[in-house]
């Protein structure tokens, strides 16, 4: 265990006793990655700052049930992930397609060439207005799934869709992504 585990581990169990210091300090330490999550998947920085707040406060009355079973960091970011979600559902009900709505068949990968693309010769920039451009289903589960580095059981249980609707959700993103990138 590394001296930050260790400092880290120390700040929650002050947190659990309810000391603000240690809350400011673990707020501190996390804020801005906990924003730029919230950023990437509301899109506006008054709302991702109002939702990065607010997810904070639901981590410190909820504290209690960290377990440490991962990383604190971890636990935090996937209440900000849940609470974005839910924000930007909420407000945006209309404009967002469902996930299970959306039907998906089974293509034999013999019949279909693999689109590839080497992202390490396509600037930064340009993959993140390409991802932001894209439909918002499409653009969030490639944001939980690239940026946000969850795997694909993550997904389905932070989206409450089953497992092949996250496959063909992540296949059919992927390339919508590419189509875009080629037109770049």
């Not at 300090?25 to 730029?36: F, L, P, Q, T």
């Not at 397609?97 to 920039?125: H, R």
Request: include cysteine; proline fraction near 1%; hydrophobic fraction near 40%.
């Amino acid at each position: 265990m590394t001296k930050t585990d260790q400092d880290i581990d120390h700040l929650v169990a002050l947190c659990r006793e309810g000391n603000r210091n240690a809350q400011f300090e673990v707020y501190n330490r996390y804020y801005k990655a906990m924003y730029n999550t919230a950023l990437r998947i509301v899109k506006d920085a008054h709302w991702a700052e109002d939702v990065m707040q607010e997810a904070f406060l639901r981590a410190f009355t909820k504290i209690t049930s960290f377990k440490g079973e991962v990383a604190f960091g971890a636990w935090l970011k996937k209440i900000v992930v849940n609470h974005s979600l839910d924000s930007y559902k909420k407000i945006n009900r209309g404009a967002m397609d469902s996930l299970e709505d959306i039907m998906y068949k089974v293509e034999d990968d013999n019949d279909k060439e693999e689109a590839t693309l080497n992202f390490q010769q396509v600037q930064l920039q340009q993959v993140g207005a390409a991802i932001a451009s894209l439909k918002e289903s499409y653009r969030i589960i490639l944001t939980l799934l690239y940026i946000e580095g969850y795997d694909q059981d993550e997904i389905c249980s932070i989206l409450d869709i089953t497992p092949g609707n996250c496959r063909t959700t992540i296949s059919r993103a992927r390339e919508s992504l590419l189509n875009k990138m080629k037109g770049l």
